[in-house]
């Protein structure tokens, strides 16, 4: 059953393609698929709004667009488009590693007027050199490695949050593993909110479950509101920086 619906997905994924010329409706905005990272899988959820479910509930039930906004794995910007068409962004900051994707990026965001957004063309990570970073063929699952063909600038989410000159702000996140950088460099100050896919990760030598982590982010002075299969919301507790 699975595979059947595998199947018929990735058949209604290429007709709609083909229909629409690779700019898919997602409510009031179209989102540029014109890539071979982007399957026809991907494509049918993103027009039936099925994609990146579990980040848009929960952007929905949680999100405050009067505070500035970080997106880490912006991908092919639907979970920022979401945000863009509920109403007035304050500042939207969209990092995206993935240098196959900055294209389609720019495309959705001009062809959307995205209102009050910056593009940063950057990986996460606390060393703030050049990284190695994989595809792995995928618009959904690139990640920084160890070894790769590609090599990217990276930044750590305190560099970008000062650069820009953000205070309060927002945090989506689902960047495969590199949350750890962040998680265990940093303090999030300023984070109000955030929104994290969690991802079971190795870090310096150790391994960490999701639990682990969540349990370490609520350490720096947040509660756990919700989670949905992997993805958590974070709250920062009053008083706590």
Not at 206 to 234: A, C, M, P
Request: with cysteine.
């Amino acid at each position: 059953m699975q595979k059947l619906k595998h199947f018929i997905l990735s058949v209604i994924g290429y007709l709609l393609r083909r229909i629409n010329r690779n700019q898919i409706r997602y409510g009031d905005h179209k989102i540029c698929t014109n890539s071979d990272l982007v399957n026809n899988v991907t494509v049918a959820l993103i027009y039936f709004k099925k994609y990146e479910k579990d980040e848009i509930e929960l952007c929905s039930k949680y999100f405050n667009l009067n505070s500035d906004i970080v997106e880490l794995g912006t991908s092919i910007g639907v979970v920022a488009s979401y945000l863009q068409q509920q109403g007035k962004i304050k500042k939207m900051i969209c990092v995206e590693a993935n240098p196959f994707l900055h294209g389609l990026l720019r495309q959705t965001f001009s062809i959307n007027n995205f209102k009050e957004t910056t593009l940063l063309e950057v990986a996460i990570s606390n060393s703030n050199e050049p990284v190695y970073f994989s595809t792995r063929n995928s618009n959904e699952l690139g990640k920084i490695v160890d070894h790769s063909e590609i090599k990217i600038n990276s930044k750590s989410l305190q560099q970008i949050i000062t650069e820009n000159n953000i205070t309060n702000y927002s945090l989506v996140c689902d960047i495969e593993g590199a949350e750890c950088s962040f998680i265990f460099n940093e303090e999030l100050v300023g984070c109000q909110l955030a929104i994290i896919e969690l991802h079971s990760s190795k870090w310096e030598e150790k391994h960490y479950s999701i639990e682990e982590l969540s349990v370490l982010i609520q350490s720096k002075g947040f509660d756990l509101l919700e989670r949905i299969n992997n993805t958590f919301v974070f709250k920062r507790i009053a008083n706590k920086k």
